[in-house]
């Protein structure tokens, strides 16, 4: 779902009072433009891309589609419309498809890794996204193959280390359950007894915080032993980065959760090139 | 200058329909809570952070300002409040710290790193921020120590290869001339003649776009000759990482701009924990 | 979680050009004035009253707090401040007490009703909300004791008969389970069969819409002889009224959907009177 | 006058992070889908409708106009377009037609009701709307053939029983004149002697809240022997349901107004059903 | 009725990015400050000002009050708070009080004019406002004395030449007459002819627009002669100037409304002095 | 660059209810209508009033284009669309127009009085505008020729004796040349002594103050006898009007700016006219 007041809202914020260069240096005249992207990677953005261009009459062809991936030198997208505008869309746009390109190439990147251990285990972001840039961050790691996990505080029950500081474990998964049928449990434990715990009093992921590959592999056969394993989706997260995910893949989670997926994103190098 | 309809924006993107986990497991009580850095960094964006608590009713006190060089586990903020509200907010607080500080730590550490080879040479961001955070970004950016450049397409004069592309150099210099007695005027260029040229033409601001060390001391080396390297301020931009931007900032140009510093960001680790 | 810009775009709606009775008839004095209901039932919308008047620098004491069970005439909250703001806010406070008093008295009633026969037994409301009101609506069937079913589309996955007319029920759920791990799965159908077939492809919860309560009795007991009724929850809806819910809820579901909780609300009557 | 921003709004509510339903089970197909009626009533909310299908490029045809009355199984517009789309906006749109159609059933009803005892007695509706819905609750009424009244506090004077707690009657009549040449000045009295006062004070409508039968009665033979009758507009309210308002439409009064009509709306219900 | 959304948008125009040079060149003192006025006039716009300091935690004592007739030098307001936030607001604040005064002062002056010559004809303003500023500016006009007349569109029935072209007069009076019993019915005329057709149709107003002295005061005769002047409000508008109106004033109508009090604003001269 | 959501916004303010004159009196035919002037003037506001008839699907051909001098009776745009949308926007459409256009034609008339005396003359406008209007009035001076100065605090350093009040001058300039390369950095001065104080600090714009056409010459003379004239743009301000602009404008400096040009508007005459 494409929201159109924000991005006419970054076009506001790149631009409160116009393109005072473009204004200044160039006429009402019509060109052409290019988007093509310098770096190899999984395009996201193009989408839109498509849809602020058309708020400024621009016409797009698109090159490649979202979730395609492109080579080095690959055109994205060929725009053509007055240069007034185009030049005015022009670093919102490239800021939109470079960084949500960049959370896509990296998702299917660690997505390719993990499934080649262990095809039946997720990569999923979390909601350490850049403020404001929720719904696009989750659409980009979506389409390079992620899972979004929780939007918001709204969508889904997370019991975190700072609840259970405040109610016990049993108590907070009963709660939660009373308030509403319709939502999953998902408790974070950071050792096996209380992720056994957290099973047997009805949690329906357990997240495995910031624990050791032998602390994960123990929670998983402790939760095999009692029978509980198949009742829970196991979610593992901290620690992990490009270079050892690969093992923790192996340990036999559900879900490899990562927040530098969205908080310490590398945008994807692309660029405009207006054509006469 | 705080902007606090997009703070509390930001709250409204975290929970669109309030926290469903802690209201569904904790009462109305109060609590304490602290927010620490896990890793070394110059700290940024306490002072959002402090105006967003102020909108929940939430007590701050500061353990650290603005600018100030934390290291791990020293601790930036306590809060005191009803644990709904310090849940609520505890995402969005992390996400602004964490964003912000790893945009001030980046600067502050290329800025050092250039001063001690050339202390009349400053660092600068450019436009390629994430979209619909470029006062936050940029705000970063100073309190790291750089320089802001422009904020947005409204105030100042940057005629790009994409401008040349439409009209002759020195008539946009012209005509920007006559736009406006009160903007400063920079033009991109990719080689000493075109450089020359702008400065003869009247620019304020040169602009070496993706040049080669050797290009960029001919460059100055041919402004200096034609008596036109005290008329100018001489950017240099493209191709500069950290491991060689002692080597570019060795070569007298003015400023050294970076994409990076805003596009490619890595949060800093930043960590809410709630005391009873 | 208290929307203050939606409450203040209540009395923008109700005052675009301000109050132009009051300003034409009455000077700057203080005044007190109490809200009280005038028919008995379950109170909502004081902490939003109180948070508005707020806004208008009005003093606030609360009679009763929201999901207390009032009695005719019962006093829910004492004002005091400037006359031309208790007279300002009125009718925005009477509006949002009344719809979110009603809504939560006849939820209240619904669910003793239900759990005198099956104390198991859920009730939940739908997505057949004011437009605009969501959050207010849900939140007074909470206070109710209701469950809050869905917010929104973005948090939760409900696979309805018009999905169905697209894509056949099994790959429809194996798709929702391939899109996350995180959500629950929900899938309405309409006769046993399908009930059952939804169950064994792994949905999360039925529900079964617009049944006879004998096909609904069949399609628990076939869940039942399929070893699948303790793996899904079961939700019914469609044809239940006030008068014949007490029936359904012997069914043995576990929750009952009503869009006449939020769709038809009668407001509570409650009214301000000002004391000089 | 359509406000889309409104509209749009509605869509945000239902979908902040768009319909995960739809994006996990279906594709980027076409399809068609239509609007019954499954009850019989005035249709209102098509234009606003039509408006939002326009704005995610939805094709409609109005299958009945705004004002029309439906029997049960009417078709009111058919879509063409992305069924993800169509689905995105359902809910929205059933929500929109299905209470603005209830509220101008109602209204319809009620204004015939009248007009066989008394042709020449109106029908009001007040601000008791929806907190948000005024303008669509008014449109409804309008629809209805009832008269919209005030549409907010900045439209007309209505001096109330609280204004009269702190200013002398004549004295806010005065001061109301004073005010403006251009609003009428409508006072709410409940009794015989006040609704002289106000009629001989100059007030251009006089609204007997809350009286009885008689006591209307009374006051308007009352008004009638002082000579004062036709100067004024007389409007009765308080205490008036669907099945005592012929009696009090025979009383002669000019408008009878209810809050009913917008505060305890009972939805038309209608549906949307994908075609293949 | 303060609308602090519009004023707080007002310091986002004017500081999208923050106040450069406070930022640049003064630390996190704190001052005094005065606003004064230059001139003599009638002061508008104090409330609004004050609330906007108090977003900014200005303390503000107020050397007059709205409506006050200031001479030049007098002082309006008292700041203090850190130099950065009164800085920050200081354009702002001058600019509001500065076209509000200049309004209310101009609206004061004629109504003093029309006083002296007709103590019972109003001077009343138009909807030729500045755009955006349609409540203050009218806000000034009352608190200069003069009449609001409409707000908007939406409070007054005011039928003009430009629907008379599609509608003849005595049908228009009908259709607005059903449409509402609570609106002012009110008529554009251009001659005495259709004045008594309006009158005799049952206008509320008449207002001859354009008209010679002459002409206006010979349809005053007019509809004194058919014995309608008693029952209708007559208002002039056109070619009236702060020159002649006291000639017009004499005619005898009841209202003058004059574009020139919104559309033509001269504003007082104002100013604000730091003190250290 | 134009802003729909401000159009819009002014829509809304107009008729927040809608326009209940057309919508009682005229049914849903089409017609033409023509916007001309009634007054010689240059002509803004154009490119607004065709984006705003876009938006409500009223078809526009453009008599003139902004920018034109238009004799009175000129015709600006020509309108075809329903009655009721040309009648909606009729005021907006006028209020912009008449607005800008009053700007523009104030602009043109001083730039050419002014480059009549000293062709290099430039004729600013400050930021004294109607708050909420700052795009659009600062884009009508840029249409009459004139230079729009900042736009906002954002986007110039322009230390005023406000700031100086707290910080010294030469302290003032050196800080403001520390916080970036970008800006230009102008001073406001009120006598000879401190305007060459400012350029030798490295003020790239002296804003001479208040100074009488002696103290300016004498300023002149001074920065040019100390070599100084060459390396500073030279503003004045104060005083300065219609009748004596011509006088300031032989003495020699850069720019001349004028807070009249934007805060004391008188609009331009235009009207529109409904065809049937």
């Not at 869309?89 to 949500?100: A, F, H, S």
């Not at 389409?143 to 907070?172: M, Q, T, W």
């Not at 949690?203 to 994960?216: C, R, T």
């Amino acid at each position: 779902m494409i929201n159109r007041d924000q991005l006419l809202s970054f076009i506001r914020e790149d631009a409160p009072y116009g393109d005072v260069t473009s204004e200044a240096v160039i006429g009402n005249e019509s060109c052409k433009a290019t988007i093509c992207t310098r770096q190899k990677g999984v395009i996201a953005g193009l989408e839109e891309a498509g849809a602020l261009c058309s708020e400024y009459h621009i016409t797009v062809r698109f090159g490649l589609n979202d979730g395609a991936c492109a080579e080095p030198g690959a055109l994205l997208l060929s725009l053509t419309g007055r240069a007034l505008d185009i030049l005015l869309v022009e670093r919102t746009l490239l800021n939109i498809i470079g960084r949500m390109s960049g959370i896509a190439t990296l998702t299917r990147r660690l997505v390719e890794k993990v499934s080649r251990v262990n095809p039946g285990c997720r990569i999923a972001c979390t909601r350490k996204t850049a403020p404001g840039l929720r719904g696009l961050d989750k659409k980009a790691v979506l389409i390079g193959g992620g899972d979004p996990h929780r939007f918001s505080l709204s969508d889904g029950i997370l019991i975190k280390d700072n609840h259970l500081a405040l109610v016990p474990l049993e108590e907070a998964i009963l709660r939660a359950r009373k308030y509403s049928s319709y939502r999953t449990i998902e408790i974070e434990v950071e050792d096996d007894d209380r992720a056994v715990r957290a099973a047997v009093a009805g949690a329906d992921i357990i997240l495995l915080d910031n624990m050791s590959p032998d602390g994960i592999a123990r929670t998983l056969q402790e939760l095999n032993r009692c029978g509980l394993r198949d009742r829970v989706v196991v979610e593992i997260s901290g620690g992990i980065t490009e270079s050892n995910i690969a093992h923790y893949a192996g340990l036999g989670a559900d879900v490899i959760s990562l927040g530098i997926l969205t908080h310490s994103v590398r945008n994807l190098d692309v660029s405009l090139e207006v054509i006469r």
